[in-house]
């Protein structure tokens, strides 16, 4: 079983970096923050990173680390939420002793020693979150897991308003709602709208 093979390789290995596309999007930091939060309660005493270019307007979400090419060697290696490698945020992420590709977009671009692809679930946060409840009690799902992955699942299903969204994903964000985080200030930060942003619609529904 895929995920099997995923949490014992995390198990096994120590440092682990994690990525993501480029340009991220709720779902993108996610997946990739949540994971790190994910071991880092789990395995404390491993040396846990998220990289990637910076977060622009999501800066209240996550926050990425910067490290030096040498953490790479005999690192694992994980992207979460990113179909082909040319939109993996960070070249370096072939760099590590093994890599895994977790995603919920079509497989395009099967890159990984392992690969898990679910284009059923509505988002990458939801599988991290199925990874968590797959591993009997290895993974510990941290309330800043929780939140990061709630934002994830919002985003992708625009609320839960978008068609991938599916009786397990409602059950997965119940799930997520017991911790300890607000989901309604989730959604309230997530609908607000940037300056940039609203500049762009304007723009759009001005050339209509």
């Not at 490290?67 to 990113?82: E, F, G, N, Q, S």
């Not at 509505?122 to 993974?139: P, Q, R």
């Not at 609908?191 to 304007?202: E, H, K, R, S």
Request: hydrophobic share 40%; no cysteine.
């Amino acid at each position: 079983m895929i995920q099997t093979d995923i949490i014992n390789a995390i198990k096994a290995n120590d440092p682990i970096i994690i990525h993501r596309h480029v340009n991220p999007d709720p779902d993108a930091l996610g997946s990739q923050v949540g994971l790190a939060e994910t071991i880092r309660a789990s395995f404390p005493d491993k040396k846990v990173y998220q990289v990637g270019s910076d977060t622009g307007n999501l800066s209240w979400l996550a926050q990425e680390q910067t490290i030096t090419d040498d953490v790479y060697k005999d690192a694992l290696v994980i992207v979460t939420d990113t179909a082909d490698t040319p939109r993996v945020s960070d070249e370096r992420f072939n760099k590590g002793k093994m890599l895994i590709k977790i995603d919920h977009h079509p497989n395009d671009d099967a890159y990984g020693d392992l690969v898990w692809v679910d284009n059923n679930a509505s988002s990458a946060s939801e599988l991290i979150y199925d990874l968590i409840a797959a591993s009997n009690g290895v993974l510990k799902l941290s309330d800043k897991a929780a939140r990061l992955m709630y934002a994830g699942i919002v985003g992708d299903t625009g609320r839960f308003l978008f068609n991938n969204t599916t009786p397990h994903t409602l059950q997965v964000a119940a799930e997520l709602i017991k911790k300890d985080f607000d989901p309604t200030a989730i959604n309230n930060r997530m609908n607000t709208v940037t300056l940039a942003q609203a500049q762009l619609q304007g723009y759009v529904v001005d050339h209509l």
